[in-house]
T-cell receptor, first 114, second 111 residues
Framework: DAGITQSPRHKVTETGTPVTLRCHQT?????MYWYRQDPGHGLRLIHY???????DKGEVSDGYSVSRSKTEDFLLTLESATSSQTSVYFC?????????????FGSGTRLTVV | KNEVEQSPQNLTAQEGEFITINCSYSVGISALHWLQQHPGGGIVSLFM???GKKKHGRLIATINIQEKHSSLHITASHPRDSAVYICAVVPSGGSNYKLTFGKGTLLTVNP
């Protein structure tokens, strides 16, 4: 099983402050993803990465930036947190399994913006 | 309209009952995933399907590519099966490593 850890697990922050969430994997997988999960919306892709310094936007990328300077770390930054970014954030990796890709998710980060 | 629709949204069952959760999608796909999320918990991958049927313990997943439909069955349900079950597809013809998710089915199994 791919070792994937997210930090922090919980965070409360004030509106307007910058916040960085970290996703760390131990097996040099190429593809990494950041999702947010909200009631009524399910999981939505924020940003993804297909290699070091190779990232692209997902469907809800406004207000978020990412960086991947090392294969093992994928950082999600909220430059100026807003209450609408209160959510549960999940990191994931995907690994090719035959013709398709299997996914492993991190344990999630619960972020509250007050 | 969401590309992936799950039904029912909520399901309550008694322990021992046979459970079926359905997933319909509107696009061509290369694979379909079933995921499980316990309350307040992380997300666990149960199955990845591109055709046919897969079984793991009391869980069975089937897919009909022509009808664009998949089902997740739980036999002899147990309270520990209470969770949100999420269907997700990988659309074909595009990036085959990006998922499109359904909104999930909340299953509650009472003792």
């Amino acid at each position: 099983d791919a070792g994937i850890t997210q930090s922090p697990r919980h965070k409360v922050t004030e509106t307007g402050t910058p916040v960085t969430l970290r996703c760390h994997q131990t097996e040099n997988h190429r593809y990494m993803y950041w999702y947010r999960q909200d009631p009524g919306h399910g999981l939505r892709l924020i940003h993804y990465s297909y290699g070091v310094k190779d990232t692209d936007k997902g469907e809800v990328s406004d207000g978020y930036s990412v960086s991947r300077s090392k294969t093992e770390d994928f950082l999600l930054t909220l430059e100026s947190a807003t209450s609408s970014q209160t959510s549960v954030y999940f990191c994931a990796i995907s690994v090719r399994q035959g013709e398709a890709y299997g996914y492993t998710f991190g344990s999630g980060t619960r972020l509250t913006v007050v | 309209k969401n590309e992936v629709e799950q039904s029912p949204q909520n399901l309550t069952a008694q322990e021992g009952e046979f459970i079926t959760i359905n997933c319909s999608y509107s696009v061509g796909i290369s694979a379909l995933h079933w995921l499980q999320q316990h309350p307040g918990g992380g997300i666990v991958s149960l199955f990845m399907l591109s055709s046919g049927k897969k079984k793991h313990g009391r869980l069975i997943a089937t897919i009909n590519i022509q009808e664009k439909h998949s089902s997740l069955h739980i036999t002899a349900s147990h309270p520990r099966d209470s969770a949100v079950y999420i269907c997700a597809v990988v659309p074909s013809g595009g990036s085959n490593y990006k998922l499109t998710f359904g909104k999930g089915t909340l299953l509650t199994v009472n003792p």
